[in-house]
């Protein structure tokens, strides 16, 4: 569908309720249709004018600004009209219904966003920033949306698409020609460019993680043997007494949840029973709960009892996790009832993790572990360069780089360019997924069916 084939749709822009402003936003081809029949006349392009706003029968209903932007230089690529009148719900209604009796229709949420997006003024992922910012509970959430509103996260996107589509010009080019008889095993430039798009997937990767937690909060569970402190941890935590705390082991059955605000970062704190085994068919069925939030988790609090020994305290099957070549997800290690040994609240590095002693049930070394924990949702980090990223865009990354690496694989077992090639085009196309190059039209209708109205 051509811009000037689209119809003109209208919705009030500003959020439900009273205000002393509010807006109706009108965007299509009608546009000057709807301003002639709403405000009785052309109002000049760029300039702010006072007018009457008037219904179909020509009656005066609020008076205000107005602004009208023609296409292509406006948000949505068409002609944009902008009528800014007194914030009042019932006003709003009136104007925008005599925007619909002029010929608009009513808007679908996020529909301004979606043709900008289909008139190539943003792409997808800077779409997808616009709802973000306005759902950002954070300033660094603030910050690393509008970084990706601004094309941060789309131009690394592309520049791995580049580097990619130069690898299958260097792959393709060696199968159409073979006379040249270039010998992909031996060829170093290409083991160069290889490796180097690698590296640039996981590092995109890595920082894309960040600011999916940035924008979506941190899944941390706590993780211990029974009576280590997991609910008085969440309890310290939270800042109330949400978990039931008693000296009588494996009190926890089910995992309790909690969501926590960290200076505006949301984090969503699970605690899980005591891991141990049991007899007990109730607390069996929490553990292996435990056990399944643990492999959901985005970071793992691992709560020791320093009153005890260290070698007690590790469930049986815990070093088969943590030995991991792929750990399911961080951990932190928390010494815990430090009030009860002469220990001092700390922390320090052992190996890749952090180790934190801190006291929960007196609130001692408290305030370093929130601090460890908006550290780890980027806090610190997003001061400059983090940007936001979405779950589908994660998933894309990886299935990129899974590709990639398949693709070396394939071709160093095998020295196979033509199976090197079909990888690295399926690549492109996930990487295409995210900014919108492929996308298929029941991806965009969830996109946007999940913005506001009026955006």
Known sequence: MSLNDRD??????????RGGIGIVRVSGNAVTTVMEHVLGRRIAPRQAALCHFRDAEGNSIDQGVALYFPGPASF?????????????????DMVLQAALDSGARLARPGEFTERAFLNDKLDLAQAEAVADLIDSASRQAVRGALRSLQGDFSRRVDQLVEMLIEARMYVEAAIDFPEEEVDFLQDRELAQRLASLQVALQQLLKDARQGALLRDGMHVVLAGRPNAGKSSLLNALAGEDTAIVTDIAGTTRDVLRERISLDGLPLHVADTAGLRDSEDPVEAEGIRRAWLEIERA??????????????????????EYFDADAPRAPITFVLNKIDTVDMAPQERMHGP?????LSAKEGIGIAPLREHLKECMGYSGAGEGLFTARQRHLEALRRAAGLVDEGCAVLQGSGAGELLAEDLRLAQQALGEITGEFSADDLLGRIFSSFCIGK
């Open 298 to 319: 985005d970071r793992i609090l691992y709560i020791i009892d320093v009153s005890q020994p260290y070698e007690q305290d590790l469930p049986r099957n815990w070093p």
């Open 76 to 92: 949505t690529g068409e002609d944009v009209l902008e009528l800014q009148g007194h914030g009042g719900p019932v006003v709003l």
């Open 353 to 357: 993790h952090t180790v934190i002693a």
């Open 8 to 17: 003109t749709i209208a919705a009030v822009a500003t959020a439900s309720g």
